[in-house]
């Protein structure tokens, strides 16, 4: 029997991938989608442990736009899948903070509030901000052939203040940047976008909600998707993929192959060369996160900020530590501090930073166990500095490291934002295999969301 052929197969039920799928069957394309692990999502999944349930990525889904803004990230996803704002259950934010020594930055979902918050703390600034955030509101991120620039240098021709500029790129940096130490300008413009002109919000129920929608769209326009089902290898010929075989021995076939498992682990899928050549271009920041349940919401504790990007010291660092993991700067989020009409079932607390995946794997069970002993307190140390002291509220702490990531997701150094050189056409050196996801250059839910619709509609749809 001849294998089985597709339209299209999607590698991955990640964002990108399912979001994909969806584009792609509603225009009656023979799709499906193949994804390794039993729970769909990737980077943002959820799971179970200890009898709770713990989302893996969802802090906040970034670009949150109120129903009816037109011309939003979140409306043309919308609008491109066919699904209603409502479908996601978003609640927004109360308040966030940046949180350097002896100055906080608060933002909320109204973007002038942060301008006057930048303005009364830095009001030598004042001139110099409005002019980078007309330039941030003037450029096109989307332009896919625009040359990479670095975003350090283009803010410090408009601010003249390093504290200020640090205090910018640090929730930008954590939220979405793939390279160490700078950002690229195009980056800095779509997390700028996304987090302080638009805003942040979350579902009651976790990623489960978003996974859940997108996962049923595919079912209804007609998509497949298969779970436990790994893409083993992509044997090449001619210059194109000529079939695709999985972990299970079989082989199918399909004119077009979109790839969401990151763009040097596609190619290390090809059989026409040495891939291993391009591991260096892989990207190499990763993160520990700590979630604790908690008996009480943070609220009853005095703290109703919904997230504090922190650093404890006078610059920001943004780099792979030395250490296992750097606790000096990072995130603490609260999702009981939305705005939702009635409180959580289980409060819970977030905190997530900047970790070395080589450090934690290479070490072996019982040390890694430890190592995890070890850094808890420490990282609670930092922490309280910036939220009331919750530790005996604590009833059940999960403590997931870069070696968590890349074992759930294949993503090469547990890298969370992908490679920094982004492939932003998605294309490869073969014609009918493409990427979508973080690697593409879309980056969180809704920028890998918009990434596996723009490349169905680039590579597939347009054609
Ligand atoms: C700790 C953490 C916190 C985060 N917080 C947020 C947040 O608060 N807000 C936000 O918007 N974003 C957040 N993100 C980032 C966001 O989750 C990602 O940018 C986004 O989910 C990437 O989606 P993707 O489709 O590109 O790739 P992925 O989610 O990586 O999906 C790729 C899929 O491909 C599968 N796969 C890989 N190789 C194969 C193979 N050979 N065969 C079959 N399947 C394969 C993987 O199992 C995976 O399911 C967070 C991520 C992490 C890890």
Redesign the pocket.
């Known amino acids: 029997m001849p294998p089985t052929h597709y339209d299209v197969i999607i590698?991955?039920?990640?964002?990108?991938?399912l979001a994909a799928a969806i584009r792609l069957a509603y225009f009656d394309k023979h799709v499906l989608v193949?994804?390794?692990?039993y729970a769909a999502?990737?980077?943002?999944s959820f799971y179970a442990l200890g009898g709770y349930q713990f989302d893996?990525?969802?802090?906040?889904?970034?670009n949150y736009v109120p129903p009816g803004t037109r011309g939003a990230p979140l409306m043309k996803i919308c609008r491109q899948l066919r699904l209603k704002p409502e479908d996601f259950a978003l609640v927004p934010q109360y308040q966030s903070e940046i949180r350097f020594p002896g100055i906080t930055l608060r933002f909320n979902n109204d973007f002038e509030f942060f301008i006057q918050e930048v303005i009364e703390h830095f009001p030598a600034q004042k001139d110099k901000f409005r002019r980078l955030v007309r330039c941030i509101q003037e450029y096109d991120e989307l332009d896919l052939e625009a040359k990479p620039m670095s975003g350090r240098q283009i803010v410090s021709s408009f601010l003249t203040d390093p504290l200020l500029i640090d205090m910018l790129f640090c929730p930008l940096m954590i939220?979405g940047n793939a390279e160490e130490r700078d950002m690229e300008f195009g980056q800095f413009v779509v997390m700028f976008k996304s987090i302080f002109c638009e805003g942040l919000a979350r579902p009651r129920e976790g990623v489960r909600r978003i996974i859940n929608v997108l996962r049923r769209k595919v079912r209804e326009v007609g998509g497949a998707v298969r779970m436990r089902c790994?893409?083993k290898a992509l044997h090449v010929e001619g210059g194109r993929v000529r079939s695709v075989e999985l972990d299970n021995g079989e082989t199918l076939t399909a004119d077009t192959i979109l790839s969401?498992?990151g763009y040097v682990?596609t190619l290390r899928?090809c059989d026409d060369g040495d891939a291993e050549q391009l591991a260096p271009l892989a990207g190499r920041l990763s993160?520990v996160?700590i979630i604790s349940i908690l008996d009480a919401p943070m609220g009853t504790l005095g703290h109703n900020t919904t997230i504090v990007f922190y650093n404890t010291e006078k610059d920001f660092h943004y780099e792979v530590p030395k250490d296992l993991v750097d606790p000096r700067s990072g995130v603490i989020c609260c999702p009981d501090n939305f705005l939702y009409d009635k409180p959580l079932p289980k409060s819970v607390i977030r905190m997530?930073c900047l970790a070395n995946f080589d450090g934690w794997s290479t070490l072996p069970e019982a040390e890694y166990m430890a190592a995890k002993a070890e850094w808890l307190p420490r990282i609670h140390r930092e922490v309280l500095q910036f939220v009331p002291d919750f530790r005996d509220h604590i009833v059940f702490t999960d403590f997931f490291t870069p070696r968590t990531?890349k074992y759930?997701?294949?993503?090469l150094n547990g890298a969370?934002?992908g490679m920094p050189n982004k492939r932003k056409t998605g294309r490869t050196h073969l014609e009918n295999l493409f990427i979508c996801?973080?690697d593409q250059g879309f980056?969180?839910?809704?920028?890998?969301t918009l990434?596996?619709i723009s490349m169905a509609n680039l590579h597939v749809l347009k054609k």
């Open positions: 590698i991955g039920a990640g964002m990108s991938g193949l994804e390794r692990h999502g990737g980077l943002n893996v990525g969802l802090h906040a889904m970034t939220y790994g893409v969401s498992a682990e899928l993160f996160e997530t990531i759930w997701t294949g993503h969370v934002y996801g973080n980056l969180g839910i809704v920028g890998a990434s596996g």
